[in-house]
């Protein structure tokens, strides 16, 4: 009896062990692919870098990117690894945003989706401390459709408000049941969407800050219908807003 429990036990062990190196088995190969690699200082030191950008492919001749990473080999010999969200086609971009005097690690990453947006992230490595310097958020606004096939939204943090006459839609919002005879048939929100945009542009005095868009739309994503720029700066260890104002897209 003994010896057939020491079989079945060896049996069970050897078909464990078997699954789990499989398993590292299909993990190990995973094909890593190199998007970027550049030579910058990122540290300060006065020494270049050599930083990588770096995805791993949802599957063969995709261009979705299941994981997307930064790997930095630093002047000082050590490496350095930064994780991303997934997403597609991933740029870098080296500005000082904080303005310490060393260049910082802007990257973007876009999700993909039908509103066209990316992920933003923002990384010093200053001194050889990895630290996130993390993005402005995107601002918030109260949005509505009105009666007469009109809309309005206010921003938040500003308290501009803007109003906009969509009479040139009407047969649309009709069909769509959103309006009857011009009057709203329910309270209903604009869409107002997160950064699609977001890069380094000189703000003031030859320091750098970041400018967004944020996509306004109406009943569905290519309703389009304004979109909200602000521009920021980092300042005392956070993002202040500068400005902020919203341009039709008509105009």
Not at 41 to 49: A, I, L, P, Q, S
Not at 191 to 203: A, E, H, Q, R, T
Not at 222 to 249: C, F, H, M, P, R
Request: charged content about 25%.
């Amino acid at each position: 009896m003994k010896k057939e429990l020491l079989i079945t036990f060896s049996a069970f062990f050897f078909m464990s062990l078997t699954a789990l190196t499989g398993v590292y088995a299909g993990e190990s190969n995973e094909k890593t692919v190199t998007i970027s690699e550049e030579k910058v200082d990122v540290t300060g030191d006065g020494k270049k870098d050599l930083i990588y950008v770096k995805g791993v492919l949802f599957e063969e001749g995709a261009q979705f990117l299941k994981k997307i990473f930064l790997k930095v080999r630093a002047s000082n010999g050590e490496i350095y690894k930064i994780d991303l969200d997934s997403g597609y086609d991933p740029t870098t971009i080296y500005k000082d945003l904080n303005h310490d005097s060393v260049k910082d690690i802007f990257i973007s990453v876009p999700t993909g989706g039908s509103g066209g947006l990316s992920n933003f992230y923002l990384y010093s490595l200053k001194d050889f401390q990895v630290t996130n310097l993390t993005v402005p958020e995107p601002l918030a606004v109260n949005s509505q459709f009105e009666d007469g096939y009109k809309a309005s939204i206010s921003i938040q943090e500003t308290g501009q408000s803007y109003s906009f006459d969509l009479s040139d839609r009407k047969e649309e919002y009709e069909r769509l049941g959103l309006y009857q005879d011009g009057k709203l048939n329910e309270p209903t929100e604009l869409m107002v969407l997160p950064f699609g945009i977001l890069k380094p542009i000189k703000v003031k005095d030859d320091l750098y800050g970041l400018q967004g868009i944020q996509r306004i739309n109406g009943a569905y994503n290519a309703d389009g219908i304004a979109n909200i720029e602000s521009t920021w700066i980092y300042e005392k260890g956070k993002w202040q807003l500068i400005k902020a104002e919203v341009k039709s897209l008509e105009t």
